[in-house]
């Protein structure tokens, strides 16, 4: 068993690598789901929201700041997050799609496919969920993740294939992230390309430019062992560009020469 110290150095080395292949603007965040929310007492550095938020702010905070967040089911006031992890029993009215007919379903029977489609983790599995900066939690995550641009985005799904091959497939209705990012991944083991939903951009202070990349914790060493050896093969962040003569300087140049000879 690795002791504290042990994990804060372990997920401080792979902080470190995560921004070594995709100099990152924001931390990297490691999240784990709490069977009890008692455990989140045991969490050194944690902080607790003051008043409800949404989930999605906790990682903000912990991408952000570096803070070590903690939000229980009481604390958190976003339905559909509640639901998609299992801290809230899913009730008649949005198994009915009342939560997307006429904000992003015209009809009932097509709200109803995208409330079927959402993933959710089975009510009553976990009560709370701790999130932190990457390089500085004392504790085993699930998994990890990653806000950056298409580019960087890009290069996380080059390491996941290296060795597999093959493409990288996503899903998403575009909202309710935390359904992406955090149950699907749980519920299927494999890296999640995701589109920051509506409450990330408007309360979690996500970009425009934002995609997000949730990597299992049993999977990210493939990842980052694929991005080294694809960064030494050349594929690199930045990308380099290709540098060529600006034609409009060469011919103003040679106009200069030709008028200084006259």
Known sequence: MLDRCDFMGKYEDLNNKLNKYLRLATFPIGVKLLKDSGELESIQFLKKPEHKIALCQIFSYA???????????????????????????????????????????????????????????????????????????????????????????????????????????????????????????????????????????????????????SIPIGIIDEIIKGMEKTHKAGTRYPIPYQISAPEFFVKLKKQLEKAKKN
Not at 79 to 99: D, M, R, T, V, Y
Not at 134 to 151: K, V, Y
Not at 178 to 190: M, R
Request: aromatic share 10%; net charge neutral; glycine share 12%.
């Open 63 to 213: 991408r952000y700041y570096g803070w070590t967040m903690g939000c229980t089911k009481e604390d958190n006031l976003c339905p559909l997050a509640g639901i998609s992890i299992g801290l809230e029993e899913p009730h008649k009215l949005f198994e009915e799609g009342a939560f997307f007919i006429g904000r992003y379903n015209e009809t009932k029977e097509a709200a109803k496919k995208t409330t079927s489609s959402m993933p959710k983790i089975p009510y009553g599995q976990y009560s709370a969920i701790v999130s932190g900066a990457l390089g500085r939690i004392d504790f085993e995550p699930n998994l990890i993740l990653i806000w950056g641009n298409s580019a960087q985005i890009m290069r996380v799904i080059q390491g996941y294939l290296w060795k597999r091959g093959g493409r990288v497939s996503m899903s998403t209705f575009c909202d309710g992230v935390c359904a992406d990012t955090i149950s699907n991944t749980i519920l299927t083991g494999e890296l999640q390309i995701s589109f920051p939903c509506l409450g990330d951009r408007r309360f979690g202070m996500a970009m425009d430019t934002d995609l997000i990349a």
